[in-house]
């Protein structure tokens, strides 16, 4: 007799989830052969062998007025997943990340019978806590990245396991610098500096003038310094390109990269990362950073009313203090971000410091996550 065949529908919104829906699918290929995946994802989860219906590229926005900007489009791609789901019901969904996108659509499938796994919990522990209630309605299971967060879902009654984060899986616990720098021809004795923007083009936009003019001061006291700016996409690369040429900076020591963010964190000394998964990326790679972003006022202010921490970078959360700097919206001028680059890379002593602080929560986070997440997942497809 033939075996049924197992369809899953996935969704990912951004670079970040891409990453780990093609672990995720990769383990639950190797427990369950021939599962087929359907829904939204970017290129690692075609990679694995999605079935892509709409491009990730369309939900990659953050902010409420970017959203705003782009309501219709976003509603109507989530209504004609609804549609197709419902029509071509798999036998289970996955929300991976994404949850102002997944959340109602999780909604409406678990209402008609298809279990919805919700893999990375939203930071109801950050802002929005009130989404509790709606992710209990929507959520069959909830796989958390960060070890704080299974009590706030038990304590809802929402079924949750930890699994890590994957990041911690995939990088080295002492990542190879000489050998990095020798592959990438930067001289041992080269003051490096990371600039990481972003993946999305908003991020980049609202970006790259400052991080090109913090170089610049960066320059006038480290003449030697050079800059390496790692970019996701064509399209995020052009957005650069065109600020260095309104800045006047090409011939400015930055070299631009087409991905390459893991490498360019571990040749560089400092990183000068935009809030997001990169921060905990150049963490679990022991490099010392400061934390910049920025997003239209409107936006800032609204979600600074409702936030309920200090502190927005990942490695500061985790670690439930500022152990790296933050420069947000205002104060992210160029001086201000040069001076505190400057001031932490000179300062072996709390370099030294945050390595160690870094390793510790490499340990904590390395829970071979791709396979606990794809065995809390198992029970719910059917055996034959």
């Not at 109507?76 to 036998?91: A, V």
């Not at 709606?134 to 009654?157: C, D, N, T, W």
């Not at 996409?233 to 900076?249: K, N, V």
């Not at 602080?357 to 791709?370: D, I, K, P, S, W």
Request: proline share 7%.
């Amino acid at each position: 007799m033939q075996q049924k065949k197992i369809v899953i529908g996935i969704v990912a919104g951004e670079a970040s989830g891409d990453l780990l829906g093609s672990h995720l699918m990769a383990a639950l290929r190797e427990a369950r052969p021939g599962i087929e995946f359907v829904g939204i994802g970017g290129p690692k989860m075609q990679a694995v062998g999605m079935n892509v219906l709409f491009p990730m590229e369309k939900l990659a926005v953050r902010g409420y007025v970017e959203v705003l900007l782009h309501y219709r489009e976003i509603t109507g791609i989530r209504r004609k997943l609804k549609n197709y789901f419902l029509s071509n019901r798999p036998d289970l969904f996955i929300a991976v990340d994404a949850p102002d996108f997944n959340l109602d659509l999780e909604l409406a499938l678990k209402a008609s019978g298809i279990p919805t796994i919700h893999y990375v919990s939203p930071s109801i522990w950050a802002w929005r806590g009130e989404r509790i209630n709606k992710i209990k309605r929507a959520v069959s299971h909830m796989l958390a990245l960060f070890p704080h967060e299974p009590e706030l879902y038990r304590q809802a009654g929402v079924p949750v396991d930890y699994v890590g984060h994957p990041l911690a899986d995939m990088l080295p616990e002492f990542p190879k610098r000489a050998e990095m720098r020798e592959t990438m021809r930067i001289p041992p004795q080269a003051r490096v500096f990371a600039f990481l923007p972003g993946s999305r083009q908003s991020e980049v936009k609202y970006l790259a003038h400052t991080y090109i003019e913090t170089a610049k001061l960066i320059l006038q006291q480290e003449p030697d310094a050079r800059f390496l700016v790692p970019l996701i996409s064509r399209e995020t690369r052009a957005i650069f390109d065109q600020a260095l040429y309104d800045c006047e900076a090409r011939d400015m020591p930055i070299t631009l990269l087409f991905g390459h963010a893991q490498d360019a964190m571990i040749a560089a000394d400092i990183a000068l990362v935009a809030s997001g998964t990169a921060t905990l990326e150049c963490a679990l790679l022991k490099r010392p950073m400061v934390i910049t972003y920025k997003m239209p006022t409107l936006s800032w202010w609204m979600i600074k009313r409702k936030r309920y921490q200090p502190y927005c970078g990942l490695p500061n959360i985790l670690c439930e203090r500022f152990v790296v700097p933050e420069l947000i919206q205002e104060d992210a001028t160029p001086e201000k971000l040069a001076k505190a680059l400057l001031d932490l890379v000179n300062d072996k002593n709390a370099v030294m410091q945050l390595e160690e602080t870094f390793r510790a929560l490499h340990r904590t986070l390395r829970q071979n996550t791709a396979q606990k997440a794809a065995a809390a997942i198992l029970p719910y497809l059917p055996t034959a």
